[in-house]
């Protein structure tokens, strides 16, 4: 996608190719935001789960729960339309190589190595457990090639009122359609992003503590918080200021760091669960003070998360299909061969010349 190219504090449209750089700077530094915020919810609530709960950090959580998930989804929606502007094979392998392939590699490492019985279990395949976000996200990235001709907005929409109004099965279902919207959002609305960040600060200041202050609400409503229009809205107050200060954020430093870790953020997502939940047991079987046991969860949790991103190339498997970039590069071959067969046909019958298919038929 194309992005501004601008001072930190007056981004502009874009203007030329040039342009798309820091645009998804600006973007992986967001994604890496939200990738560690996930790990350190999950760092809260398992060891909340045997009762080593800390409330301070347990309605943090809470604050920021309207924004990170329809973040995370709210970025990939955003880069769908170039995604969808590949032939249809390789952007299905695309997507099953870098998506359904980790989910499926970490549910059986997780099922067998932490959780245990988990793979046995039917329910534990249909609800996709820790990884229930790349299970939606590859639902909504099928849907997207399914409703290629409806506007994507009117799918965020319908999607919205269906879980909203609708008796869904809590669970997978009720996450695909809530979740959904805000990708299918991202994926219509994205290109009004340039044009957004160019308003004056006092609208993004207005709606930004409208913003804060309907999420201190929610910190003891859950209906303001997710699955309701309501929580909706206040998510997408949030995501507008987010969207318009991201920009604006230094670029060393620590969103030097975010952005590295935004690029991998897949990998983040699939190891950090089951890292918590062996530290967690570790230090249950310990004995550790709740605020020593959430402290160090959260601390190591992050430490070693980050460091499997940085041993990811040693891995590759375990985050990218085997062989990925090679069957994308047939199925993008087989593909300009076919678009090229029909320019060809397409030309022999404007100008009257015997085409392929006519010698073949002479024959």
């Known amino acids: 996608m194309s992005a501004p190219a601008a001072s930190a504090s007056s981004p502009s449209a874009p203007q030329g190719p040039s ?82 392939w980790p989910a499926a590699v970490w549910m059986v490492l997780y099922g067998v190595l932490v959780f245990r019985n988990g793979p046995g279990d039917p329910d534990y395949w249909l609800t996709g457990d820790y990884l229930w976000f790349l299970l939606a996200l590859s639902a909504c990235y099928l849907a997207a090639v399914l409703l290629r001709s409806v506007p994507a907005v009117g799918v965020a929409a319908a999607m919205l009122v269906v879980v909203t109004s609708v008796d869904v099965p809590a669970g997978l279902a009720t996450k695909t359609l809530y979740y959904g919207a805000f990708f299918f ?19 993004v200041a207005l709606l930004g503590v409208a913003a804060a202050v309907l999420s201190h609400l929610g910190l003891e409503d859950q209906r303001l918080r997710l699955g309701t229009l309501e929580a909706a809205g206040i998510s997408a107050l949030g995501l507008l200021v987010i969207l318009w200060v991201a920009p604006r954020l230094p670029v060393g430093g620590a969103a030097q760091f975010l952005r590295w870790v935004g690029r991998s953020s897949i990998v983040v997502y699939v ?71 029909g320019t060809g046909a397409d030309a022999g019958a404007s100008t009257g010349a015997p085409t392929n298919a006519d010698v073949r038929a002479a024959r």
């Not at 915020?37 to 789960?49: G, K």
Request: proline share 8%; aromatic share 6%; hydrophobic share 55%.
């Open 19 to 100: 342009a798309a750089r820091p645009r998804m700077e600006w973007m992986d530094l967001l994604r890496g935001t939200a990738v560690l915020l996930v790990v350190v919810l999950h760092a809260a609530s398992i060891p909340a789960s045997t009762g080593d709960a800390i409330r301070e950090w347990v309605l943090i959580n809470r604050y920021v729960e309207p924004f990170r998930m329809p973040m995370l989804m709210l970025l990939s929606g955003m880069l769908l339309p170039t995604s969808l502007a590949k032939p249809t094979a390789q952007y299905l392998w695309g997507k099953v190589a870098g998506i359904v």
């Open 185 to 203: 959002l991202g994926a219509g609305l994205g290109h009004l992003v340039p044009r957004w960040i160019t308003v004056r600060w006092p609208l």
């Open 271 to 341: 190891v950090h669960f089951p890292i918590l939940v062996l530290l967690h047991r570790g230090l249950d079987r310990l004995g550790a003070d709740p605020a020593w046991h959430v402290a160090l969860t959260t601390a190591v949790g992050l430490a070693l998360t980050v460091l499997m991103v940085r041993l990811r190339p040693r891995m590759p498997w375990l985050y990218l299909a085997p062989g990925a970039a090679r069957i994308a590069g047939r199925l993008r071959a087989r593909a300009e061969a076919r678009e090229e067969a």
